[in-house]
Nanobody, 122 residues
Framework: QVQLVESGGGSVQAGGSLRLSCQASRYTYCMGWFRQPPGKEREGVASIDSNDRTKYADSVKGRFSISRDDAKNTVDLQMNSLEPEDTAMYYC???????????????????WGQGTQVTVSS
């Protein structure tokens, strides 16, 4: 079992930045960030494997950056140029084994955090 705890959410104006952090209770091969906007389904945002291979949703490419520190069992999401459409509950997820080609697939992930709210105002 893996416990995931997110931090760093908050409210920001459009164009601003936030950095989300996720602390895992142990190492996992793949980690990622997902989000669920109000009234919509959860979607993949960015994911990274232990070889530092990454995948990003098209909507965040060039604005968001994911990184991990395996010595600390953390994964961070740097979010720049935030837009109101980025408003959502953001969840950290992890899995012990994964396919790089499916890094953004929700059904691949075993462990989920409780989420942290990000609100972007125009």
């Amino acid at each position: 079992q893996v416990q995931l705890v997110e931090s760093g959410g908050g409210s920001v104006q459009a164009g601003g930045s936030l950095r989300l952090s996720c602390q895992a209770s142990r190492y996992t091969y793949c980690m990622g960030w997902f989000r669920q906007p109000p009234g919509k389904e959860r979607e993949g945002v960015a994911s990274i494997d232990s070889n530092d291979r990454t995948k990003y949703a098209d909507s965040v490419k060039g604005r968001f950056s994911i990184s991990r520190d395996d010595a600390k069992n953390t994964v961070d999401l740097q979010m720049n140029s935030l837009e109101p459409e980025d408003t959502a509950m953001y969840y950290c997820a992890a899995v012990d084994n994964c396919w790089w080609a499916r890094l953004l697939a929700l059904d691949q992930y075993q462990y989920w955090g409780q989420g942290t709210q990000v609100t972007v105002s125009s």
